[in-house]
């Protein structure tokens, strides 16, 4: 068969698989089963056909564009390590799958439980046949995944739910690190294929981000294969059902670690940092974990710890810099897999047929179940490493490796050997412990159920895992020796030392050792065993090293504390922090990227200050900081104040020779002024004073703090200001308009001549929102009723009552009438002067200040003032003519209509014509047809202006009647007759 | 510069322009509630709109003498934006009719907003730019408050025109500042004023604020308080609509912004994205963690996920760029989904936004328990969903411009980020619940299914979404 369908069956058939078992009814125990047992064969089969090539140290490849624009293709890759793993996936998965089929109770969703499984069986079969590095890593997540619902798979139990969360935190955790060591890994070399990489070690070893990528897989590693300090995810994943503890947390998911560490073993071992960080790694987590299996009372918790403590050995086997040591860590997982495999069955057989897994209940079950404690007899005697078994010859392999070892300093090398026995040694008292425990003494009472022998077919794979575990003990070189060597060599390559797999090496140092463990190990047994037997609470020395507990509280700080302490730094609900902090921000950004660029005044020289000027700006500024200090309190003060600074810029642009601007700005000044005055009567009252809640000093803290940076802001645009005024201006605009008003426009106003010709478009449409904003506002406030509490008279009204109605002489309602009298009577004088002053201003505008807007604008403020002054009844009814929508839409027509006009003399739109007119009294007059827009415009502004005054002034008249609800609409006139009372 | 007016390559905008104003007149004399009739209209203006884009070509033109530019890159954006409004304004459907919010202005509204974002993205002028970008703000702060009876919703519109006014400002000061020392507002004019010479100090500050503007808009640290409020106090569906579409015209414009004008100061911005990147990520990450409202929740969510977007910023390089166009059309499409499921959250006719009221969903609503954990699983980039596709991008992007450590930043803030997505997968699957949601309408549904089956299959099939946004990087910055 071809490389390519080789893999990729191996590979996506077990996912294939797992979605039609996914879609078997809930009951199928039997036919998922089958389908699981029939599919985990046929990958065996398929990883038995490539024998043949990788054999001859040939590789499998195959190569499929996925992400191309990524350089992300899906390759497969089977080399000789990469086939014995498979192997093993394949062939212990096909055995778990028989044994689960007896395990699982018929009431579980069988199905979906083979689902998982089978789905973790390609997820793991990917992992071990990536070639890519990136491939890898998502594998390695998927692994992680399905580990988490595989343990989870009882999620009704609340220790399945904890166990698979803490699982699936550290492993995922650390998936993502290597995924980010992978992603360093694979910039190092520049590629991801994972060939290019482990034919680059040098380069690899001499780079400066080596130690990056090597901590961040390391890290990797070390959480999948529950390497200490990470090590405590392993005993609580014993929640998962038992096939799921013998397959993934004896023979696959745990070896993945180790297979990705002897996997860039070639290019990434050999230096200080591997040696530090994996082999001390794996020398702690070698003697820790064989120390706690002692104490262990729970069957699957002695077993997990020893997992723990051999996967620590393989792990030291790789952190020592020695190609033996490698041969030795993959022989070594070859045969943990195979005896921890059988146990962790055995174990479940126990669960299953009593009831219980605690070693201090079980008793005497060499009576009722002889063949399985025999069984679990040679499988844990090969786990102890009693000679003839494979656990012995690797063991003796270690032994000679931890003899010999060049570890980086010296006191490590030393204490290497004697950690070696000592974990030897306790290996024993655990063994001897689970075999002596539960087989013999006194025959069982008081179980769950009554133990008896379980199915044979559920025996039948205990059976052929202990069997491969004698005869590769027996005869290590005719069984195993071929495949080991072809993994070894797909690693090492030419550089696989020679070896020999032999039972008997003569007598030597490793076979004393082993011999001095064996016997110390008895007697520890020996000692602990009558206070084992009453159970202790946790290991001596190290109880109170609760890693779960460390973890748990590890992730209380991380996830609650740190995120709440962070979010109560980085966040609040509150506007004014909010807008503060991004002020802050933008002065800083703004102040540093000066000060860091070096921004200094520019070439111009500034003119000199006119002290009279700078008094007035002094003025301005009070007035300025005054209007934000009272902003809070006094709405009315601080408006003032606003307008007073109004003013001042307007003086200052009469100063710097800017009379259009200072012309627009007054009266822009004045009309909005008045318009917020009449929209702060009818907002609520404001408090006077800062609450109460706090001291005043507080309050007053925050306020001048708010001052500082309030000040700080202003001071840097007023810096940034300057600065840029005192440079050379490159060419912008205004010279462009400089020289053509004239000569194109027809007029010297530059102002009005951008505004009514050159952009005399964006004007129609700026006056065309004039007008929908100024519709808007009346339609808003259409419907707008008070405040309460802003119903009720003025203070001064009521005083200006009372005072009344202590007089009998007055009228009542005589204080309306008798309002401003002096006042009234000089604004209605005024007004026909403004009006004139307004035709002025219009008619010069092309040429010299003024201008529609302007022109506008001075009549709004002359109406206006009649309201203010005269009340809005006793104006509305004189002046019938205000008709403000009328008024805007007769200003949008006219603006309009010019420019369409250009059409009619085969110009484009908006093209205007000039010439000089000779009237009567006035003179020569500028007739441009942008007058006539420029009179479209000073009818919109006098109209738009109007209505917003008229929304906000009748609410008056409508406050006064809005006492019962019933209020009828205001009507589309702004003709109030029926009002009654006065004020505006 | 040659002024030509070219008005036909902005076809799609203008008939988008006219069609919102065409349906509102709809809207206003329609007899009875026309809020169906609004929103089908709306739809179609969108895909209408929708097939104008892509029947127009990948350019590169320009309009309006300069102002406007359709390339490839915005083409992608628009596709991208549009799609976003639709599930927008699809899961407002029934949402806004029993809430009793559904009036017909609100398809208006995000059809006004969506015209600003199309504008944002073709922006060839901070002009154009800034009146894209406004028009979508305003509709946008209206959006928030639609609820206008509920207190929280006018508060959240209100804040979000407050913050957002001042960042506005920020924007526009910087832009004056640009142009003031560079003498033009067009992005080439810029591009090539900073390219002659050793770029003067104030395009830098100018830069500098420019930045920080779009950084609000994009909801990055330390612009992104506002974000958690709005987002809570919005109705669902806006929400919905703000952490999509506004997102992916953002930082289109980030993009276009940051490669064009400012190419030439790379190395100045490089250290804002980098900055503001790692802090979003940081603040993303943790801050989420605490929440029980999982509105709440997903406005941390976005902040940090517009992390993860900045790092392909930040590379600065097209195989950067393209990285944040994956990983924003993804990003579109399972965080539409996840509000999918959040605007299904309905106990007893009234919405619920706390995280423990999905608990026990596994059992109640097993199909969209499963839709949400694989949002879940892909927003915190688990493989083989699309989420993580989206964060291998901008991460081997990052790496192969150098900038490691950012990446490994990237990956260790999703490690703490899957901390709270997986909760909700707990919270759904193992914890025991009370009550079970109400019916979800077939709007929400088809959202769910369409865009959780899009999440699933992006593995299968990712070529065309690569194959487009690599087109649209080149477009950007290869010439």
Redesign the interface.
């Known amino acids: 068969m071809p490389d390519g369908i080789v893999l990729a069956c191996l590979v996506g058939l077990p996912f294939v698989a797992a979605i039609v078992a996914g879609l078997l009814p809930t009951r199928a125990r039997d036919t998922a089963s089958m389908l699981a047992g029939a599919v985990a064969l046929v990958c065996l089969g398929l990883v038995w056909s490539a024998y043949g090539t990788v054999s001859g140290g040939g590789v499998l490849r195959a190569e499929l564009p ?2 191309p ?2 350089g ?1 293709s899906i390759v497969l890759r089977m080399d000789g390590f990469a086939w014995l793993f498979a192997g093993l996936i394949t062939g212990i998965g096909a055995l778990v799958v028989l044994y689960a089929r007896y395990y699982m109770s018929a009431e579980d969703p069988v199905p979906r439980f083979f689902s998982f499984l089978l789905a973790f069986m390609g997820a793991m079969t990917g992992l071990v046949l990536s070639g890519h590095l ?1 491939q890898l890593a ?1 594998f390695w ?2 692994t992680s ?1 399905l580990s988490f619902l595989l343990i ?1 798979y009882w ?1 009704h139990t609340a220790a399945a ?1 904890d166990g698979a ?1 803490m699982a ?2 550290i492993t ?2 650390g998936g ?2 290597l ?2 060591g992978v ?2 890994l ?2 190092i070399v520049g590629s991801y294929d994972l060939d290019v990489v482990l034919a680059a070690g040098d380069t690899i070893r001499d780079h400066p ?1 080596y130690i ?1 990528a090597l901590i ?1 897989i390391v890290l990797g590693a070390l959480t999948k294969s529950a390497q200490f300090p990470f090590h405590f995810w392993l005993p609580h994943a014993m929640a998962a059902p038992t096939p799921v503890s013998a397959y993934l947390h004896s023979a696959t998911l745990v070896k993945a670690g180790v297979f990705l560490l002897a996997r860039l073993w070639p290019v990434m071992a050999g230096t200080d940092a591997w040696a530090w960080t994996v082999g001390l790694a794996g020398l702690i987590t070698m003697l820790i974990g064989a120390y706690i299996a002692i104490f262990q009372n729970d069957l699957k918790g002695l077993l997990a710890y020893s997992t723990i403590s051999h996967l620590g050995l393989i792990t030291l086997l790789l952190g020592l810099k020695s190609e033996l040591a490698l041969i030795a860590a993959i022989f070594h997982t070859m045969n943990h897999a195979a005896f921890k495999c059988s146990l962790f069955m055995a174990a479940g057989i126990i669960d299953h047929e009593t009831g219980t897994r605690d070693i201090r209940r079980l008793s005497g079950l060499n009576g009722p179940m002889p063949f399985t404690a025999r069984l679990a007899l040679v499988a844990a005697a090969a786990m102890a490493g009693v000679p003839l078994l494979n656990g012995f010859i690797s063991k003796e392999m270690f032994f000679a490796e931890a003899l010999s070892a060049t570890a980086p300093v010296h006191p490590l090398l030393n204490v290497l050997p004697l950690a070696a026995m000592l974990a030897s040694a306790f290996s024993v008292v655990y063994s001897l412990r689970f075999i002596h425990g539960v087989f013999f003494g006194s025959p069982p009472t008081d179980l769950p159920r009554t133990p008896h022998e379980p199915a044979t077919w559920m025996r039948f794979p205990v059976e052929i895992l202990v069997l491969t575990c004698i005869m590769v003990g027996v005869l290590p070189a005719a069984t195993v020796g071929p495949y080991l060597d072809i993994a070894a060599r797909a690693v090492l390559g030419d550089a696989t030392p020679y070896y020999s797999l032999a039972v008997w090496h003569g007598v030597n140092l490793p076979l004393l050792m082993s011999v001095v463990a064996m016997a110390a190990g008895v007697t520890i047994y020996l000692i602990l065993q009558r206070r084992l037997r009453e159970g202790m609470d946790g290991p001596p020395l190290i109880r109170h090293l609760d890693a779960q507990r460390l973890f748990e509280r590890a992730m209380v700080t ?3 504390r ?3 302490t ?2 109560r730094i ?4 509150r ?1 004014q ?3 503060r ?3 802050i ?2 002065i800083v ?2 102040a ?3 000060f860091v ?3 200094g005044p520019g070439n111009l020289v500034p003119a000199p200050i006119d002290p009279v000027l700078a008094l007035l700006w002094v003025v301005g500024a009070a007035c300025a900081l005054g209007a934000a200090w009272q902003a809070k309190f006094h709405r009315l003060a601080a408006t003032i104040l606003l307008g007073g600074v109004g003013l001042v810029v307007c003086v200052t642009f009469v100063w710097f020779s800017a009379p259009d601007l200072a012309l627009t700005q007054l009266t822009v000044e004045i009309v909005t002024t008045v318009l917020l005055l009449l929209g702060l009567r009818w907002l609520p009252k404001r408090m006077q004073s800062s609450s109460a809640r706090e001291p005043e000093v507080l309050g007053r803290t925050r306020r001048l703090r708010d001052l500082a940076i309030a000040t700080a802001a202003g001071g840097c ?1 007023a810096m ?1 200001a300057y ?2 005024m005192t ?1 050379t ?4 605009l205004a010279q462009h308009f400089l020289a053509r008003a004239y000569l194109e426009g027809g007029g010297t106003n530059v102002v009005n001549v951008i505004l009514v010709d050159f952009r005399g478009f964006d004007t129609l449409g700026e006056i065309f929102v004039v007008g929908v904003v100024a519709l808007t506002t009346f339609a808003l406030l259409r419907r707008f009723r008070p405040a309460a509490d802003s119903v009720e008279l003025p203070e001064q009204q009521r005083d200006q009552l009372e005072a009344d109605e202590a007089r009998h002489a007055r009228d009542d309602g005589r204080h309306v009438a008798d309002w401003l009298l002096v006042p009234f009577t000089l604004t209605r004088l005024l007004f026909p002067v403004m009006l004139v002053a307004a035709a002025f201003l219009l008619l010069r505008g092309h040429d010299l200040p003024g201008g529609g807007f302007s022109a506008g604008m001075v009549v709004a403020i002359a109406i206006i003032l009649q309201y203010i002054v005269g009340g809005t009844e006793w104006t509305e009814d004189r002046l019938s003519l205000l008709r403000p929508p009328a008024w805007i839409g007769t200003g949008l027509l006219l603006a309009a209509g010019t420019g369409v006009a250009a059409w009619a003399f085969g110009l484009p739109f908006m093209t205007s014509y000039f010439s000089y007119a000779d009237l009567p009294v006035l003179g020569k007059v500028p007739m441009a047809s942008a007058l006539i827009f420029d009179i479209g415009v000073f009818v919109l502004v006098v109209g738009a202006t109007l209505l917003m005054l008229i929304a906000l002034a009748h609410q008056s008249v409508r406050g006064r009647r809005s006492t019962p609800r019933t209020l009828p609409q205001a009507k589309a006139s702004p003709r109030v007759a029926d009002a009654v009372g006065g004020g505006g | 510069m040659t002024a030509t007016m070219n008005w036909t390559i902005a076809a799609p905008e203008l008939v988008l322009a006219c069609a919102a104003m065409a349906i509102l007149m709809v809207g206003v004399f329609a007899r009875r509630d026309a809020w169906t009739m609004v929103s089908m209209l709306s739809f179609g203006a969108l895909l209408g709109t929708a097939v104008l884009v892509i029947a127009g070509g990948q350019g590169p033109a320009v309009a309006f003498s300069g102002l406007f530019v359709v390339d490839g890159f915005a083409v992608f954006a628009k596709v991208l934006i549009l799609l976003a409004a639709g599930l927008g304004l699809l899961l407002a459907l029934d949402w806004h009719q029993r809430e009793g919010i559904a009036r017909f202005e609100y398809p208006i509204i995000v059809l006004l907003a969506t015209l600003g974002m199309m504008m944002m993205v073709s922006a060839n002028d901070l002009m154009s730019l800034y009146v894209g970008l406004e028009l979508s703000s305003l509709a946008l702060y209206i959006a928030a408050s639609f609820a206008r009876d509920d207190l929280r919703s006018t508060e959240a519109g ?2 979000y025109f ?2 957002g006014a ?2 506005s400002g ?1 924007l526009l ?1 910087g832009a004056s ?1 640009t142009y ?4 033009t507002t067009r992005f080439a004019g810029i591009a090539e004023a900073l390219g002659t010479a050793p770029a003067s ?2 395009l ?2 100018g ?3 420019i ?2 503007g779009l950084a ?1 808009k994009v909801s990055a ?6 974000t ?2 709005v987002y809570e106090g919005a109705p669902t569906p806006v929400t919905a609509f703000f952490s999509i579409a506004p997102k992916v015209a953002a930082i289109a414009l980030f993009l276009r912004v940051m490669t064009g004008p400012f190419a030439p100061v790379i190395a ?1 911005w490089q250290q ?1 994205i980098i900055l503001i990147s790692a802090a979003s990520m ?2 993303g990450a ?5 929440q029980t409202n999982v509105k709440r929740l997903m406005a941390y969510s976005s902040i940090g996920h517009v992390g993860y977007a900045l790092i392909g910023l930040a590379a600065g390089d097209e195989a950067g760029i ?1 990285a944040v166009l994956v990983y924003m059309a993804i990003y579109v499409v399972m965080n539409a989904g996840a509000f999918g499921c959040i605007v299904a959250m309905r106990k007893g006719g009234k919405a619920t936004e706390r995280i423990e009221d999905l608990a026990g969903l596994g059992s109640t609503a097993p199909m969209m328990a499963l839709a949400m954990a694989v949002f879940m ?1 892909s927003m915190a ?4 969903l699309a989420g ?2 989206g964060k ?2 901008v ?2 992007a990052a ?2 411009a150098g900038l ?1 450590p950012l ?2 930043l990237g ?2 803030a ?3 980020s ?3 997505y ?1 909760r909700i997968v ?1 919270v759904m ?2 914890d025991a619940g009370d009550v079970a949601l109400d019916a979800r309408p077939a709007s929400i549904s088809f959202v769910v299914a369409a865009t959780g089956a899009a999440t699933v299959l992006f593995a299968a099939l ?2 065309p979404l ?2 487009a ?2 087109m649209a990087a080149r477009s950007l910055v290869g010439g």
Do not use: N
Not at chain 1, 570 to 573: V, W
Not at chain 2, 180 to 183: K, R, S
Not at chain 2, 381 to 384: C, V
């Open positions: 996925w992400m624009q990524l992300l990136v998502l997540e998927l995944f989870g999620h739910r969360r699936l935190t995922a955790t993502l690190s995924f980010a992603l360093v694979g910039h981000l990056v961040l991380l996830s609650w740190l995120a709440r962070l979010e980085a966040g609040t609900r506007l922090p909010q807008l902090l991004i002020l921000a933008a950004a703004g540093g990227a000066a660029r070096g921004v645009m940034l600065v840029v440079r201006p490159p060419e912008l | 209100l804040k407050m913050l001042l960042a920020m000061y500042l003031g020392y560079a003498g100090a104030g830098v500050v830069l500098c604020f930045a920080a609000f640290v330390p612009f992104h308080m506002w958690p409020d100045q804002i940081l603040v943790f801050a989420a963690i605490g393209r699983f980039g688990i493989p083989p993580f596709f291998l991008y991460f081997v790496v192969q490691w990446a490994i990956v260790l999703s490690v703490v899957a901390f709270y997986l707990k699957y193992f990712p070529a690569l194959g946004a690599a």
